[in-house]
Structure formats: structure tokens, C-alpha cells
């Protein structure tokens, strides 16, 4: 599980680049510009996580491959605007994707620390939403977790339904999974839902 | 004095919790928005030190407390909105008791550290505001500390006050004592003498 | 060499503190809150850097001369405002002094640390730029770096030519010269051609 998880860290970091990489479009900053977005977006909620838990080293300034990934996915998606902004619709369904993953890694990453449940789901929703806080407040922007109640509550959710599997002793490896499934499908429910209602869009 | 200090820090941490949600339900953000705002507000400024100082672990993950507190403190002010609102100008006293507290927390902690006076001022300074000034950043608003004159500068006379005393000689924990009312009730004096000049209210 | 870096590194944090004084005075900020900007416009790459780095004591904490010489430079600019606003083109041509100066510092210091040379030119860069997308954040402006060209990415392409250098087994005090030179100088050409063009000033 460990391995599939560093792939699902991977397609949920090269998620947030793209979609980070396309709200910075629209933006209109420029093509460096857009890169850094992406990349304070992409890590910085697993940074805050990694300073506050001195889980030293950085997992990105141990690894290059994520800053790779990263810059990597934010030129294609520069480069590919016209085709990946007629996707935007996709681009939520990776968005949950990535708040799915970057949630329970943070608790997994969490649990070597003997923390308190609270505190474990605490670090998994800011692994998951931190970075995109960073990320309005770049923008001027008031936060989307401040006002858009179906997205860090979801992580948060997941949190509790992995604490609640784990006191019950699923195996570990299924917790992950079935945690990560709930955010997922949770958030792409509340975006279904709300499209509609054009108040839970990502991409504004 | 630790303990009694403990005490206070829970008293400081409960009413910068409940300003700070009052805060935030004036803006109109939900429920949980208004929470996140609490936590970072109240948790803000130790976690900064904390970091700085590599005083490890950080003082709200190693205690549940604080964030239970605060919970509380955010989700009681939420319910009980309409009674509170009322009583403002005491929130603005609690505030000024929660600086005071939080600045000579911030001293005591850095004088583990051997550290340059100046420091340690900056340090104690850093524990009172700094949640403050993320809350405003997150708000889109110019930081208070950066265009109130006698709100940061008052912590820092505090810890100005505390280290003449303790070349003095002055036991330390009647120092901590001195130096706490000193920042509380300057700040009450300038609460008092501003209000009517409509240019220090913390709650605008 | 690591002499005459610690010379150029105060030098690199006067010019910092005199540009972000300036900058705040301008903003009609008060007396305190001008130096609360100077401090973390000087101080905040370098404090980032040694965070993620774990490069710990934070070099402001430990040696108490960058605090006096910020607060010194800060109080000054303040009191002969009306010289130092006359030679505000010299500030530019001392900001890319500091940017240089602190780009090739950071880099120095993540030597230390064995990294990929990515993560060091991304270190050298936070140091030279972090600081400023604080203080425009305060602002509420969006950062600098991220809509003007011509400014970090000159702090990246003197990181480039300092890891060419070091490939071609230059000498490393040479070598730090070399890039510090490149990234003044690049940076001094940015803002000749561009004044004209009104599209790179720092102080707007």
C-alpha cells in the first residue's frame, strides 16, 4: 500500500498542478507566475504539515520528483490551455481526487507520531486544503475553505471515518482505501449537486 | 506560577477564540469557516514561536486542550451570537487580557533559549499578534498591527517592563505578574481614551 | 569569502529595510508598522530557508545584529524620508544588490544540506524574493514575483550559472562573485529597459 500510495501522492500533486496551473491562467499571470501558483499549491499544505510535525526532511526537498512533476504539469498545461480548459469539469473530479489522497497521507504520515485523533485528521484536512489557502490569499481572495462549507469538512469527514475503521481494527491498508473513497466520492457528489446551484464550483 | 500560568493561557486562548469568532460571523462566513478562523487566530502566534525557537513539540499538538477549547469557545459563541454581541466592548478587555497573557508566555518560553532581550521581546510580541495579523491577511484586510500604533507596541513595552525588572532582580514570577497587568491595563487605557475617537476598536 | 558575504549579507538586509521603509511610508503606514514591514520584508526569505532546511538557530534569532540594523536603517530612512524618496532609482539598484546578495547565500547554505541543485537554486530564489511576497501579501497586492518577469527568474538563472560554474569546477568564492554579479547586473539591465516601459519598477 505504501507504493500505491506514493503513486496516488503523485496523481494528486500532478491533479493540484494542473488545476492550480489553470485557475492561474485565468488570472492572466504570466507563464512563471502560473508556475510558482503551482507549486506553493501542490505543497504546501504536505509542507505546513511536515514543519509542524518536524517531519524533517521536507518531503519535496527530499524527493526532487515532485518539484519535477510539478513543473513539468504546469508547462503542458500552459502549453495544452485550449484543450485542458474545455476539461475544466474533469479538473474537479481530480481536484477531489487530490484532496482524497493528500487527506490520508497526512494522517498515515500522522500516525507515526502518536497524536491524538483530532490532531491526525487536523493534519490530513491541512495537507489536503492548505496549499489552495495559500493559494486565495496569493490572489486576494477571501479562502474557499472559509465559505465554501463542503470541501475541508469532506477531508475532515474521511478523518473521522478512518478513526472510526481503525478503533474497529480494518485492516489498515483497506482504511486507507475506503477513507480516501468516502472524500472522493463525497466531494464529487457535493460538486453534482451544487453546479447547479453555482456554489461549489472550483473554477470559479 | 506555571500552573496558575497555564491557567491564564487557557483564559487567553478562550478569548481570543471567542473575539475572533465574533469576528468572523460579522463577516458572514459559515459555520466552519468562522472556526478556522478561531483556531488560527488563537493558535497563530505560539505555533510561529514554536517554530522558530525549534521548541518542539508545538504546544497545541502535544495538548488537546487548546483545541478542544477552542471548539468549544467558537461553537458556544456561534450559538449564543445574539448575547454576545452585545457584551463587545467586554470582548475587547478579554482580548487585551489575552495579549498580555500571551505576551509574557511568549517571553517565558524564549528565556529557555538564552536568547538577546530583543528576542525575546520579539518573541512574546509574535505570540500575542501574529494570529491576529494571519486572521486580517485571511480577511483581505492591512493587518491592525500595521496601522494601529498602540496594540503591538504595547506588548513590546511589556517586555521591556519585564526585563528592567528581572536586571532588578524582581522574583520572576511576580515579574510575570507586573509585566501582564502592564500590557492589559495600557491597553484598557487606550481602549477607554479611543473609543470615542473611533480609531482603536478591534471590533470595527 | 564567508567574511565578505557576512559584509555583503548586512549590506543585502540594509538595502532590504531601506526599500521596504520607503515602499511602507508611501502606503501612509504608521511609524511601528513601516518596521514591522521592514523586518519581515528583510528577514522572511532567509527565515523560510531555514525552516524548511531545519537549519537551525534562524540566523535572526542567533546573531542579534540583523534586528539592529534593520530597526536602525528602518528608523533613519524614516527620519530623512525626504532624501532618501529624491534617489529612489539608487534604492532599485540597492534592491538588486540584495537580491543577488541573498540568492547566493541561500544557495551557500543549502550546500550544507547536500541537495539536488533544483532544491538549492529554489532555496537560493525563497531567500531573495520570499520576504517581498510576504510584504505585498500585508498589502494585499498580489506578489510581485508572480506578474513581473524579470525578477525571481533572475535569481533562478543566477542559481543556473552558479551550478555550471561549479560543474566546470570554477573555485567556489569566484564562483559565488560570478552569480552575485550576474544577478545584479541582469537585474540593473531588467530595470533600465524597463522604467521606460513602466512595467519592472518596484516602487510604483
Known amino acids: 500500500m505504501t507504493e500505491s500510495l506514493f503513486y496516488l501522492d503523485i496523481f494528486g ?20 507566475g502560473i508556475l510558482v501558483i503551482s507549486v506553493i499549491t501542490s505543497v504546501g499544505g504536505g509542507t505546513l504539515r511536515d514543519i509542524l510535525l518536524r517531519n524533517y526532511p521536507i518531503f519535496w526537498i527530499d524527493n526532487i520528483i515532485y518539484l519535477v512533476v510539478i513543473i513539468i504539469s504546469s508547462l503542458l498545461t500552459q502549453i495544452f490551455i485550449k484543450y485542458i480548459s474545455r476539461i475544466s469539469n474533469i479538473l474537479l473530479i481530480f481536484d477531489a481526487i487530490g484532496i482524497g489522497v493528500f487527506t490520508v497521507i497526512g494522517i498515515k504520515i500522522s500516525l507515526n507520531f502518536d497524536l491524538h485523533p483530532l490532531i491526525s485528521i487536523t493534519m490530513g484536512t491541512m495537507t489536503a486544503v492548505f496549499g489552495g489557502l495559500i493559494r486565495d490569499v496569493l490572489y486576494n481572495e477571501i479562502p474557499v475553505i472559509l465559505h465554501k462549507e463542503l470541501y475541508a469538512t469532506l477531508c475532515i469527514s474521511g478523518g473521522v471515518v478512518f478513526f472510526i475503521l481503525k478503533y474497529m481494527a480494518i485492516p489498515v491498508d483497506i482504511n486507507y482505501a475506503v477513507s480516501m473513497l468516502f472524500i472522493i466520492i463525497t466531494r464529487i457528489i457535493a460538486i453534482k449537486y451544487n453546479l447547479s446551484l453555482k456554489s461549489l464550483t472550483l473554477i470559479k
Open 13 to 32: 500533486t500532478v491533479s493540484f498542478a494542473v488545476a492550480a496551473s489553470l485557475m492561474a491562467y485565468k488570472k492572466n499571470l504570466d507563464p512563471f
